[in-house]
């Protein structure tokens, strides 16, 4: 089956810094990518959509300045947050897009928990 | 625009119980209807999906129908066990680019 994996899967950083996450389709080729953030106890919140060959689309009240999303091939898009801060500590999960059909089924990586100190 | 509401949780059933976790949805379209499972500490797996009205969706003795009249996809289980014990997400995807649209989670706790 299709297998999505993310480097980190953790991360602690100082405040200030900039941390890059990595999403990788292992075994299929992704040409569309999404990037969620999941707050503890709550849901998946759809940061951008990433697209090989292209800009991102951020959703609105995310700041693109301070998310940077490259999809530079068709198995790998990256994440980077930017000056990080304490606020930004979060879950990150990315998620590869397939498509049989009708069905828009996502491929879901394991997460990269970052904390912000 | 698209968005799925689900049961409030948490939920705490004893092993062997009846599981039903409600969602509804509204859309434009036809989406594709999915639950995820959330172990602690780990990403979403598929759990099953529908992509059309009146499919039904079963994994691991979980079980869910497209039903479009009433735009639900509810889950069920016969009988639950400590291991089914997550976070359970209904989504919806296909109307819009391919984005997901996910509930706010159901928590289940099985106790033995």
């Known amino acids: 089956g299709a297998v999505v994996s993310q480097h980190p899967s953790w991360v602690i950083c100082k405040s200030g810094t900039s941390v890059k996450i990595e999403c990788r389709s292992l075994?299929?080729?992704?040409?569309?990518m999404f990037w969620y953030r999941q707050f503890p106890k709550q849901s998946l919140m759809l940061m951008a959509t990433s697209n090989e060959g292209s800009k991102a689309t951020y959703e609105q009240g995310v700041e693109k300045d301070k998310f940077l999303i490259n999809h530079a091939s068709l198995t790998l898009s990256t994440l980077t947050v930017t000056s990080a801060h304490p606020e930004d500590s979060s879950f990150y999960i990315c998620?590869?897009?397939?498509?049989?059909?009708?069905?828009?089924?996502?491929?879901f990586g394991p997460g990269t928990r970052l904390t912000v100190t | 625009g698209d968005s799925v509401t689900q049961m409030e949780g948490p939920v705490t059933l004893s092993e062997e119980a009846f599981l039903t976790i409600n969602c509804t949805y509204t859309a434009t379209g036809y989406p594709s209807l999915f639950w995820y499972v959330q172990y602690p500490g780990e990403g979403l797996q598929l759990l099953l999906k529908a992509t059309k009205a009146d499919d039904k969706g079963s994994n691991k003795g979980f079980e869910a129908t497209y039903r479009k009249e009433t735009t639900s996809f509810h889950l069920e289980k016969g009988s639950v066990q400590v291991s089914d014990s997550a976070v359970y997400f209904c989504a919806l995807s296909g109307t819009n680019a391919g984005k997901s649209t996910f509930g706010d989670g159901t928590t289940l706790t099985v106790k033995p």
């Open positions: 075994d299929f080729q992704a040409t569309t």
């Open positions: 998620s590869a897009g397939g498509s049989g059909g009708s069905s828009y089924e996502q491929y």
